[in-house]
């Protein structure tokens, strides 16, 4: 199963809509992955303003 990137939110998902915010636009060109275990103290989650626990892509193109 290929894993993509969410062009919107940076969400990695191997569905073909974004778990977070439902849109289509996926790309599966993608680096740097972060794994958001909790957003509240997460300097990284404030940064990408991500406030659910998953995980991330750095970049997406
Ligand atoms: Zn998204």
Known sequence: MTEKACRECHAITTGTICPRCKTASLSDDFSGLVVILDPEE??????????????????VR
């Open 42 to 59: 997460s300097e990284i989650a404030k940064v990408m303003n991500i406030n659910e626990k998953g995980r991330y892509a750095l970049r």
